[in-house]
């Protein structure tokens, strides 16, 4: 199956990335990374 999905470019896995980034523990954690200053953005 994971061979399957990853020779059809994964369309699964970008589908359910796609509906993770706006889940609202998503959008928040963004929003309050971007007011951590003094993390720089490669940590995060």
């Given at each position: 199956e994971w061979i399957l999905e990853n020779?059809?470019?994964q369309p699964?896995?970008?589908s359910i990335r796609r509906r993770e980034?706006?889940?609202p523990v998503e959008v928040v954690g963004?929003?309050?990374r971007?007011?951590?200053t003094?993390?720089?953005a490669k940590e995060v």
């Amino acid at each position: 199956e994971w061979i399957l999905e990853n020779k059809a470019n994964q369309p699964t896995f970008q589908s359910i990335r796609r509906r993770e980034r706006s889940h609202p523990v998503e959008v928040v954690g963004k929003q309050l990374r971007s007011m951590m200053t003094w993390i720089k953005a490669k940590e995060v």
